[in-house]
């Protein structure tokens, strides 16, 4: 069955470096998100990304965070310049369509580390 | 502003016992709820997905209901078993906010065997 796969699994990097999570979503959808969740809460919305554009963005999604889609099967995350509270598990999803009703599927996530 | 409430956080129950999880939120204009389950350290497997149409949707051994206009969500898991040991969130997606996923903060499901 075709899966979300995300790579690094784990990335530790100093603060102030530039980080770039990668995403491969399922090959026939066509809307892709980003999410985060630190240690201990929930699961927030980062992103929405859809048609070589963001759709959506949360208030959390400020400058230090871009996305892109370079070729036509990966999607990344960009972290211009981590700070400590960047720490979190970053997960990546994505959805068929984008109809109101569509189902999101979620990858395995990267855990980054910022120390 | 959307929030939603998973109770209990946490559930020990041991193997066999049917069991229920609740999911509530404020904001009642909903396009759709997913139920999740995350292992430790894990992504999130989606386990089912119900419409704001809809009442019920069933998978095996799970079933969610949904009543929109109150607010709710349940998750009932029949039979279960140690595997079924896992966190469980429900997130809904509301009209007004896009494709955004508003995630509860889970229940903790340990089946003892």
């Known amino acids: 069955e075709p899966e979300v796969t995300q790579t690094p699994s784990h990335q530790v990097t100093q603060m102030g470096q530039e980080v770039i999570l990668r995403c491969v979503p399922i090959?026939?959808?066509?809307?892709f998100y980003w999410y985060r969740q630190i240690l201990g809460q929930k699961v927030e919305f980062l992103v929405s990304?859809?048609?070589?554009?963001?759709?959506?963005k949360s208030e959390i999604f400020d400058d230090q965070f871009s996305v892109e889609r370079p070729d036509g099967s990966n999607f990344t995350l960009k972290i211009r310049s981590t700070k400590l509270e960047d720490s979190a598990m970053y997960f990546c999803a994505s959805s068929k369509l984008a109809t109101p009703y569509n189902e999101q599927f979620f990858g395995p996530g990267t855990r980054l580390t910022v120390l | 502003k959307q929030e939603v409430t998973q109770i209990p956080a946490a559930l020990s129950v041991p193997e066999g016992e049917n069991l229920v999880l609740n999911c509530s939120f404020t904001?009642?204009?909903?396009?759709?709820l997913q139920w999740f389950r995350q292992d430790p350290g894990k992504g999130l497997t989606s386990l089912l997905l119900i419409q704001s149409s809809q009442r019920e949707q069933t998978s095996g051994r799970l079933n969610a209901s949904l009543d929109k206009s109150s607010g709710r969500s349940t998750l009932y898991i029949a039979a279960s078993q140690p595997g079924d040991s896992a966190t469980y969130l429900c997130a809904v997606r509301r009209e007004t906010s896009g494709s955004r996923l508003t995630f509860g903060e889970g229940t903790q499901l340990t089946v003892n065997p």
């Open positions: 090959s026939n959808h066509l809307y």
């Open positions: 990304f859809y048609n070589n554009e963001i759709s959506e």
């Open positions: 904001d009642s204009a909903i396009y759709n």
